[in-house]
DNA sequence: GATCTCATGTAAGGGGTTACATGATTTA
DNA sequence: TAAATCATGTAACCCCTTACATGAGATC
């Protein structure tokens, strides 16, 4: 029996997503997944064999012509059923999110406030860096024809990192402000 | 040479904090750091053993009467001088942050929309209960005697955790009230 | 001719938790 | 006398990334 983690399932999604092939789901976890969920290959085609010997997919290797073979997946009755069961349960208890700049700031008696101000801003660059990013995908989510059920959901999620990341950009403004007047 | 990593000098800073054993570092962790960084026995005690074959910390064994032995752990020159490195050194590309309850919302086509919000509510509980923690160590930092340049640094992390908390918060509540509406 | 995209996979190693093992003192 | 707190540690295991290995077709 093999464990069932989050990425097992998330990759087990996938495949009801438009993705079969390894390939497929990376490109699909690096553009729609990327702000809550993201792996490597290292991790994924090791565990769609997995979820082939589990018996939640099928495998076909298919070979088109000129282009490099394919190994495609699709998701089974059994595979379905695992999957909406993993949907609808409980969720784990919220893990603590590290973050590397909050780490070093609670540490910042040990440098110059202006270093721990660098500090702050470069973390405010990624942050900004990031919202742009999230709007990019709103915008060819909704720019692109296929407006479906997972454009809805894929939507609410997005919603959810451009809410947050907003309120982390204005706590660096807010943070870098105070900092300055304490100088 | 060891990898020194984030959490290496989470706990070497922490001796610089007030804690000199691994139990006094498990305690601060789960107190005062617990919303951006937190980590096991298991890590701590091979971690400081290694601080200290790395010359980073020098240990001793008090014994104090009737209670059991510690190892105390005391930053040197060394120490403290990779700690002034780390804390105004770079910062690392943001991370993904993991998000179960996004990504099975991502996939929530697979299930009824009734069962999407309910897992949408029990995120709202947990969040809710974060953010009163956060209240209470706030409030526990605010009342006790020791204001230092720890204290000042630790307020704005809980700051930032306060900030992003209610965010998502506020997300919760706007998703609950949308699928709601289209139900 | 170089580089980008498509395509699959493995091995080594990093970083971490959980469960176990032990035991004294203090408090309820 | 039961349980909580103080105190240290290890072994098994999980999850994951990075780097490596390979190769063809398309594009610039």
């Keep these: 029996m093999v464990k069932m983690n989050h990425t097992t399932y998330a990759i087990l999604g996938l495949l009801t997503a438009g993705c079969h092939t390894g390939y497929d789901v990376k490109q699909m976890m690096d553009n729609s997944l990327n702000h809550f969920w993201k792996i490597s290959y290292g991790q994924i085609y090791p565990t769609l064999r997995q979820l082939a010997d589990e018996g939640f997919a099928e495998v076909s290797t298919a070979n088109e012509g000129g282009k490099p073979d394919r190994k495609e997946y699709v998701i089974t009755e059994r595979g379905k059923e695992a999957l909406e069961q993993w949907v609808s349960g409980p969720l784990s208890s919220l893990p603590t999110e590290r973050n590397e700049l909050l ?53 609410i999620t997005l919603e ?12 660096c403004e807010h943070t870098i402000q105070q900092l300055e007047e304490e100088e």
């Design 103 to 155: 780490l070093k700031l609670f540490f910042s008696r040990h440098q110059p406030a202006e270093k721990a101000i660098a500090q702050v801003e470069a973390y405010l660059n990624s942050l900004q860096e990031r919202y742009n990013a999230y709007l990019t995908i709103e915008h060819s989510i909704l720019s692109s024809c296929a407006f479906d059920a997972d454009a809805k959901y894929g939507l």
């Design 160 to 171: 959810y990192g451009k809410k947050v990341t907003k309120a982390a950009i204005e706590w």
